[in-house]
RNA sequence: GCGCCCGUAGCUCAGCUGGAUAGAGCAUCUGGCUUCGAACCAGAGGGUCGGCCGUUCGAAUCGGUCCGGGCGCACCA
């Protein structure tokens, strides 16, 4: 509601400020730091004293003067130093949000796509997972909420070496085949059993290197997609592909589409990225030094701190890919470039009815779909593969792919560490190296670290016994979908509350918290002011109660106009959030404004009011409230339960 | 060695393109449930924004430098 007036007055502002001054300069709005300033600030006299050589403070007060009356603005006033306050007409405000408005979704041009999750599939996701997903989530609401066209994508690496290992676990360490994992399988938590199993197998490489051998005989198979290994590694791929999209059902994370690793062999897309390479001389065959035999991209070409000859090898001497070979012709489908594309079949549909598919190499019985082909490609990936992500964006520069390298962005994040206090928790024994650090990386292969699965069950067993504390009335069914709902909350809520370059050193007493700056705090409002909602019985018409007398009236009370205030910045935290790319900024926008609400359910007593007009107000800014809240919960992914 | 990130209250973190008295949560202390549910609210104490230079009307924010910590820099993914 209040970003059209913000617009309305920075235009104003800066077209005054060209007529009368000459200068054309970047106009500003800020918040006050004091309610009691105003609602709106504007430091331009500030950045004007130096183009006039004046003093900002005559500045601002010229400009009091002389500026012409803004629709929906009471007052204008030099203040401090040389800012001017803005007062806001109240009534303007009020009418205009009772006012039913169309929101304009700005359509984006084209489609955004957003690669999330990518776990590899050969163990239960944990905790550094789970923040990947939420963030990419909760990013892709962002963009959707501004109108985006957004395709989600998970990539599935089913052909690496950490299910190789996984692999050569079960063949070799435990000797069971095809029908002896199948049995395992069946039974419950396979992931959990390929944790342990793939913890044991990079133990046994160290103390045993000479079984690095049966590593490579199997990634081999596995590349080649025949025999029994390669069939082990089907089987153990695609189980824990379906471990992992139920993980992150459980979060409500959902995929358009699962592009895999093996598909991407057969169908031979870096025959084509390199014959592009080649072509356009990104890389060039290594004839001498270390690389000899490799096709390399000159290291001038990704950092230009680097040397040439500090090169990165693409293609290796015995004529394999590697990762980031594969990554860039990966990167070139996302944008179309790549002249082809997968084959897709259903992989499963939602209980909501969204269908997601995975790419498969035959035509034979393909869906009726295309994915690909994005204008601009967000990449979610933590900060430790920026050197990775910054050769392939190189790649594309070099085949003379501009737009597309600008529009490639590396959504990147720090890494959820463990805290030391964590670890003893959990009973993990530490190195004398890793006592002394702050906190410890999580470690697939050590088998380091916290479950998803598990944090999510010990969130919903706390989130029971509260919810069970205070609802003796109500059902088992009923206690525990409220349950996995403030579960979710305070999840989702615990990893958007940092900002994406804050290392989140995990802590169970802090995301297993349910009071202070938590998703259930933000839901517990939501929660209460639902009830008054449903108190109140039929609610009155809106429109024909709240006159703009009334509302004039009743905005007198400080409280109320502030609390109306905090809910119509709604639009523009959402905005705001998602030009800086954070969602934590969202997330901190979902708790202030409950804060706000907090102090307005406890100031303001809705159901016994017995002046009708001040009750008519007040169930109207509750509902307010909840809609605005409710908007800003449904992007960052997080329910309101019935009851809590 | 080179590159990126971080250093703000006892702890965990915010602080938007430099702007008015640096903010939250947790913890500590005090007060508030016969009043729409206290997973809440009100209040108190607690900070040389790692140090030092510089840029300017103005710096937690920008630049330089030093100190401390983390992560990268493979013919692994």
């Known amino acids: 509601m209040l970003s059209k007036l913000e617009s309305r007055i920075l235009s104003a502002v800066s077209q005054h400020i060209l007529i009368r001054y000459g200068v054309e300069i970047p106009v500003a709005l800020e918040q006050p730091r004091q309610a009691s300033f105003g609602e709106f600030a504007l430091p331009v006299a500030f950045q004007l004293a130096r183009q006039l050589k004046k003093a900002p403070r005559a500045i601002a007060e010229e400009l009091v003067a002389e500026l012409p009356t803004i629709d929906g603005v ?42 999330h999750t990518n776990i590899n599939p050969n163990k239960a996701a944990h905790i550094g997972h789970l923040r990947n997903a ?94 029994e290994l390669a069939e082990l590694g089907r089987i153990v791929a695609d189980a824990i592909v379906e471990c992992h999209m139920n993980t992150m059902w459980r979060l409500g994370i959902q995929y358009d589409v699962l592009p895999r690793e093996s598909e991407i062999l057969h169908l031979k897309f870096w025959a084509s990225a390199f014959e592009q390479l080649k072509e356009q001389k990104a890389i060039y065959l290594e004839t001498e030094g270390k690389n000899s035999g490799c096709w390399v991209m000159p290291g001038s070409a990704f950092d230009e701190n680097r040397e040439d000859e500090d090169s990165k090898v693409i293609v290796r001497s015995n004529g394999t890919v590697t990762y980031v070979g594969k990554d860039i012709a990966y990167q070139m489908w996302k944008f179309g470039l790549l002249g082809k594309d997968f084959y897709y079949q259903p992989f499963r549909t939602y209980s909501d009815g969204h269908p997601v598919f995975v790419s498969t190499a035959s035509p034979d019985g393909a869906a009726a779909v295309s994915f690909g082909g994005g204008r601009k490609v967000f990449n979610v990936i933590d900060s430790r593969q920026s050197y990775l992500q910054d050769v392939v964006v190189a790649g594309l520069k070099a085949l003379n792919y501009h737009a597309q390298a600008a529009n490639s962005i590396h959504f990147s994040y720090e890494m959820v560490a463990m805290s030391p206090r964590a670890c003893v928790e959990m009973g993990i024994e530490l190195s004398a190296e890793d006592q002394a650090k702050p906190y410890v990386e999580v470690s697939g292969r050590k088998g380091l670290g916290v479950k998803a699965d598990d944090l999510i069950d010990k969130l919903i067993d706390s989130a029971l016994a509260e919810v069970g504390s205070r609802n003796a009335d109500k059902t088992d069914d009923e206690k525990f979908a409220a349950a996995s709902a403030i579960a979710i909350g305070a999840l989702r809520y615990f990893m958007l509350k940092f900002t994406r370059n804050t290392v989140i050193a995990f802590d169970f007493q802090e995301a297993l918290s349910f009071t202070g700056e938590t998703g259930p705090y933000v839901q517990y409002g939501a929660v209460r002011s639902g009830k008054i909602l449903l108190k109140a019985g039929d609610l009155p018409d809106y429109a024909a109660v709240l006159t703009g007398a009334v509302c004039a009236r009743l905005l007198e009370d400080e409280g109320l106009w502030q609390h109306l205030l905090a809910v119509s910045r709604t639009d523009q935290a959402i905005a705001a959030a998602l030009t800086a790319g954070e969602p934590a900024h969202l997330a901190r926008f979902a708790f202030q404004l409950t804060q706000q609400y907090s102090s307005f359910y406890r ?42």
């Open 74 to 115: 009471q007052s204008l006033e030099a203040a401090g130093g040389g800012y001017i306050n803005l007062r806001l007409n109240r009534e303007a405000l009020c009418a205009a949000a009772i006012a039913p408005s169309a929101i304009a979704a700005a359509a984006g041009d084209g489609k955004v796509i957003v690669e």
């Open 134 to 227: 939420i963030l990419g989530d909760t990013f892709v609401k962002m963009l959707r909420a501004s109108g985006q066209n957004v395709e989600v994508q998970n990539y599935i690496d089913n052909t690496g070496v950490q299910v190789a290992d996984v692999v050569v676990g079960f063949h070799y360490l435990e000797k069971m085949g095809q029908a002896d994992v199948e049995a395992l399988l069946a039974q419950e938590k396979f992931d959990y059993a390929c944790w342990d199993l793939y913890a044991r197998i990079s133990q046994y490489y160290k103390d045993n290197p000479e079984a690095l051998q049966w590593r490579r005989d199997t990634l081999h198979a596995i590349e080649s997609g025949e025999g």
């Open 603 to 644: 100031d303001y007593p809705v159901i016994q009011e017995s002046d009708a007009e001040k009750r008519a107000f007040l169930l109207w800014l509750t509902g307010q409230f909840r809609a605005q809240l409710d908007r800003t919960l449904h992007i960052l992914g997080i329910q309101v339960p019935a009851f809590m």
